[in-house]
């Protein structure tokens, strides 16, 4: 019986311990429970993570350090060309990240007696951070980066075109370094409120671009152009002499604008058939002559010789560049003589002496008919100017009509307006001194056989000499 009572006894301690021991262990249980519990009313529990970053065990006020010190880590890069970078520091400009109480209200919907929750499970809450800064200070940080100070900005240029070495060469672009402010201001703002930490400028096309590159269509056509009118070849022909132009002067008439538009001086060509004129043209020019009695006179005044037509010329050189012509042509005259050189008279002429009263025509170096004449009276006002003139044209049977007279001949040959040579059959003497105090109203009166060969022979444009 006392045997039974031990094992009865001993049977009872052992349950007595084991609820002492379970009621120790869920004392203790729930006394870490409880600590625990208390530990996670300002903190996140077990698995908590907010934008993929643990924040168990954290309070608020940590997360929010590790935002600001998050913000004001903040970089911006910019990457420029030619290897230079430059920052944007957060701090510069107060950079802030503000989750505007959304840490708060995720913590309130965490209560603290969940943590266990989190021992078995894992939670990650997106919040999105706002973005704030100030203006001002981003203004001046913005407008003291290197790359808008004068001495590091290297313009951009257009493509050149230059005449080197008797041809035009397209000269590349140059590409420089200037930013475009207003672009990349509103490059980097995006970029700030995207929380991005670099920009690349020429990937975002910041940089202002030069308007024409090598490649550009009207780069190209001007230099197709340039070259088309460097190779124009005009040769001018003056009888046996000739003056070419070519690309080693043509190059220096012409002009490319900003716009690359290609443009020819008309005043270099001016200056060019100038030269020409002075060099070539006879008219109104003094000629030595040598006279039918062996003396050689000065003769100038006249309208008879060469004279280049400056604007149809002029038109004609432009228009034949243009073209790109290669040519061998003579320029364009107003009036033309019959032999090029000092003599451009020739071997066909009318000669008049009006100090011996006399006149010869000469066809081809021969002489076919001379006599004595009568020319303007000198007395009345009336004389005969010298000079070298051309026939103006001939007639037959013309009237001549003048203030208070009518005069009919048989050959009429004008050479000077009203003043031309004519037979004067009125007349039964010519030559002497008559035509001092009897002398005509300015042409030259000749005998009816003189008249009449000359008239025979002569032709439009055929040279007068007139001479004292």
């Given at each position: 019986?006392?045997?039974?009572d031990q094992e009865v006894e001993k ?374 100017p010298s000079g070298i003139y051309s ?9 001549l009509r003048g203030e208070n007279y ?63």
């Amino acid at each position: 019986m006392e045997i039974k009572d031990q094992e009865v006894e001993k049977s009872v301690n052992i349950k007595k311990r084991i609820i002492i021991g379970i009621i120790i262990s869920i004392s203790i249980l729930l006394i870490i429970y409880l600590s625990t519990s208390l530990y996670f009313m300002k903190r996140f529990y077990f698995g908590t993570k907010i934008n993929g970053v643990s924040v168990t065990g954290k309070t608020m006020e940590d997360i929010e350090a590790d935002i600001l010190a998050e913000s004001e880590a903040y970089i911006l890069k910019l990457k420029q060309r030619d290897n230079i970078e430059e920052n944007i520091n957060g701090r510069d400009i107060e950079y802030k990240y503000n989750l505007e109480n959304k840490i708060e209200d995720l913590k309130d919907n965490q209560s603290a007696f969940g943590w266990i929750y989190g021992v078995f499970n894992t939670s990650d809450y997106k919040l999105e951070k706002k973005v704030s800064y100030n203006d001002e200070l981003l203004k001046k940080k913005f407008r003291s980066l290197n790359c808008f100070k004068n001495d590091n900005i290297i313009k951009p240029e257009s493509a050149k075109i230059e005449y080197e070495n008797k041809e035009y060469v397209i000269k590349e672009e140059i590409q420089g370094n200037k930013v475009n402010k207003d672009i990349l201001y509103k490059k980097v703002k995006e970029a700030l409120n995207n929380k991005v930490d670099e920009i690349n400028l020429e990937e975002i096309e910041c940089y202002e671009k030069p308007k024409y590159t090598v490649a550009s269509k009207e780069v190209v056509n001007a230099k197709n152009t340039l070259d088309k009118y460097i190779g124009s070849v005009i040769t001018h022909k003056f009888g046996d002499n000739k003056e070419v132009l070519n690309g080693d002067s043509i190059h220096n008439w012409l002009h490319i604008d900003k716009n690359f538009k290609v443009s020819i001086d008309e005043e270099k060509a001016r200056e060019y058939v100038n030269s020409l004129s002075i060099k070539y043209d006879t008219y109104g020019s003094t000629r030595n002559f040598k006279t039918s009695i062996g003396t050689t006179v000065n003769v100038s005044g006249g309208d008879y010789g060469w004279l280049i037509n400056y604007s149809e010329e002029i038109e004609a050189l432009i228009n034949a560049i243009k073209d790109g012509k290669k040519e061998e042509r003579q320029p364009i005259y107003a009036q033309t003589a019959v032999a090029y050189g000092a003599n451009d008279f020739g071997n066909t002429y009318v000669e008049i002496n009006l100090t011996t009263q006399h006149i010869w025509f000469y066809n081809d170096g021969v002489l076919i008919t001379e006599g004595p004449m009568v020319s303007g009276n000198a007395d009345s006002k009336h004389a005969t100017p010298s000079g070298i003139y051309s026939l103006t044209y001939k007639e037959k049977n013309a009237t001549l009509r003048g203030e208070n007279y009518a005069a009919p001949v048989s050959y009429w040959m004008p050479f000077n307006g009203d003043i031309g040579i004519h037979d004067a059959t009125w007349r039964s003497k010519f030559g002497g001194q008559i035509y001092i105090t009897d002398g005509s109203h300015g042409c030259i009166n000749t005998p009816y056989d003189v008249a009449s060969k000359i008239f025979e022979y002569i032709t439009q444009g055929t040279p007068v000499i007139c001479y004292f």
